[in-house]
């Protein structure tokens, strides 16, 4: 759940602010309306792109109801205080600068006075500034995807957690899915892929003897396995 962070100033009301990913979003609608935008609603549709905002459900004030709220990336932040014609937007963006984003700050430029100033005044450096801002952004998401990838590579799934990552109910359904399209069979009551997928290096099979003498198998998938179950059911949608 998106924990809520609300900071108050006595000349612009409040600011909600929420992480995603890490990320600070806040609540468009109150940065609007600290900007003295008429209509906030709109100020965010005009001025803000849709890569720099989204939709979470929120708590409201004071109770457990949760509605539909727009929240903007700090990007989009700026763009609000960039396409604001009022006197106000100075004001707020000291406060925003030297209150709020030092309070939250982990990623990004450090928005200060002089960059902010520069923002107002030169149309061409706030466009500058914040397709920088917005490069880094997609650079991070790429090395995190990356070094999400470094971890999976000795890793090894259960058909339990494929299934999760799929959104099928269980690894029941999963099983009769891949058995259907003549990818596995069972033998022993294990789950086997067919010779055409066995030598692949899909999966890890271990053998264990019990007390009693019986053998059981172990199956786990490997990431290479994994990429391919997941690779077939994106080529069944596409």
């Known amino acids: 759940m998106n924990e809520v962070k609300l900071f108050k100033n006595e000349e612009f009301g409040q600011v909600r602010m929420v992480l995603v990913e890490d990320e600070p979003y806040f609540v468009g609608k109150d940065v609007a309306e600290a900007l003295g935008y008429a209509d906030p609603s709109s100020a965010v549709s005009k001025n803000v792109d849709a890569e720099d905002k989204t939709?979470?459900?929120?708590?409201?004030?004071?109770?457990?109801y949760k509605s539909k709220t727009t929240v903007i990336s700090?990007?989009?932040?700026?763009?609000?205080?960039?396409g604001s014609k009022l006197e106000s937007a100075k004001k707020f963006k000291h406060w925003v600068t030297?209150?709020?984003?030092?309070?939250?700050?982990?990623?990004?430029?450090?928005?200060?006075?002089?960059?902010?100033?520069?923002?107002?005044?030169?149309?061409?450096?706030?466009?500058?500034?914040?397709?920088?801002?917005k490069e880094e952004r997609v650079a991070r998401v790429e090395a995190e995807k990356k070094n999400a990838i470094l971890t999976h590579v000795n890793k090894t799934y259960t058909m339990t957690e494929i299934a999760k990552e799929l959104n099928l109910k269980s690894a029941t359904e999963l099983n009769k899915i891949l058995a259907d399209k003549h990818i596995q069979y069972k033998v022993n009551n294990?789950?086997?892929?067919?010779?055409?997928?066995?030598?692949l290096g899909?999966?890890?099979?271990?053998?264990?003897?019990?007390?009693?003498?019986?053998?059981?198998?172990?199956?786990k998938i490997t990431q290479m396995g994994r990429a391919f179950?997941?690779?077939?059911?994106e080529e069944a949608v596409a």
Not at 192 to 197: H, I, L, M, Q
């Open 55 to 64: 939709t979470l459900l929120l708590e409201q004030d004071g109770s457990n």
């Open 98 to 133: 030297s209150e709020i984003l030092p309070s939250i700050r982990k990623h990004g430029i450090y928005a200060t006075d002089n960059v902010i100033d520069n923002i107002l005044n030169n149309p061409d450096f706030g466009i500058e500034l914040l397709t920088k801002l």
């Open 202 to 219: 899909y999966e890890e099979i271990k053998q264990e003897v019990l007390d009693n003498g019986h053998v059981i198998y172990h199956r």
């Open 190 to 199: 294990t789950w086997v892929f067919y010779s055409d997928y066995s030598n």
């Open 229 to 233: 179950i997941l690779r077939l059911f």
């Open 74 to 82: 700090e990007s989009g932040l700026y763009a609000l205080i960039f």
